[in-house]
């Protein structure tokens, strides 16, 4: 009977073991998942644009990021456009030209303008088509992110298009990125990135209109202030959120918020 009782013993001693290692594991794998920025990338057409276009070379003529293209001798601007700062209108006048810019090297608009296509021959960089090199995903996410960079998809009259110009203002995308959904390592924060606005871990964060206002007014919420675990983080992360009290009013805030769920809901 003693020896019964030892074996059981030593049963329930390793089963317990082995379910506090199953249980640290799986505590493990949910801290990757909740901190791994691939995740946040892998779910916005933006972000996974910005790989695309990482891949395909567009930022060694367009900038880094694509806002800043490199000199062009002979062409008329005198450097490659990058995707900001306007260029979008100039260069196309719907959605599908940025496709044949990208499939093909030209829209089909300027490829019947004899002159322009003579002077496009004469300068030392062209825009190489990309046809066969990416897939329809692939094309669609570079189009997104295209257009986020630019801008080229205005908010709606009001307090979302108020609010925009209140974040280019503030400096509110350096950190959030392009229409705030950029996605910036931030170590030592509750998630390792900054969210992008669009993204579900953003919620997590902003649980509620309250919360953004502090968020903005004061670089972080009560909910987490309060919390111990939570709070480690707010003191521990590289890169803090500015409080905007004193700068920004609580109508300006409201307008701001505006602004970030017109974007959230541009997917």
């Known amino acids: 009977m003693a020896i019964v009782d030892r074996m059981r013993s030593r049963a329930l001693l390793l089963a317990g073991l082995l379910l506090l290692i199953a249980s640290g594991e799986a505590l493990a794998l949910g801290l990757i998942w909740f901190r791994n920025p691939e995740r946040a990338r892998a779910a916005s057409p933006v972000l996974r644009g910005a790989g695309v276009a990482e891949r395909m070379g567009c930022f ?5 990021g694509g806002v800043a293209g490199v000199p062009n001798p002979r062409s008329k601007p005198g450097d490659v456009p990058s995707w900001v700062g306007g260029n979008y209108m100039m260069y196309n006048e719907s959605p599908d030209e940025i496709r044949e810019w990208i499939l093909d090297g030209v829209p089909r ?10 002077r496009r021959g004469r300068q030392l960089i062209s825009m190489p088509p990309f046809r066969g090199r990416m897939s329809a995903g692939d094309l669609d996410d570079l189009v997104a992110y295209v257009q986020s960079v630019s801008g080229a998809i205005a908010a709606p009259e009001g307090p979302a298009a108020e609010g925009r110009s209140l974040a280019v203002e503030h400096g509110c995308f350096g950190c959030h990125g392009p229409e705030g959904r950029g996605l910036l390592r931030n170590p030592g924060s509750f998630k390792g990135f900054v969210p992008p606005w669009d993204s579900e871990d953003y919620r997590e964060l902003v649980a509620s209109p309250e919360e953004f206002r502090e968020w903005v007014a004061h670089g972080e919420t009560r909910r987490f202030r309060d919390n111990p675990a939570a709070a480690h ?5 590289a890169i803090r959120m500015p409080a905007f009290e004193g700068l920004l009013t609580d109508p300006e805030i409201e307008k701001l918020r505006a602004y970030v769920e017109w974007v959230r809901t541009r997917r």
């Open 60 to 64: 060694s003529c367009h900038g880094p």
């Open 109 to 118: 608009r300027l490829l019947a303008d004899e002159a322009d296509m003579r």
């Open 233 to 237: 983080f707010l003191d521990a992360q």
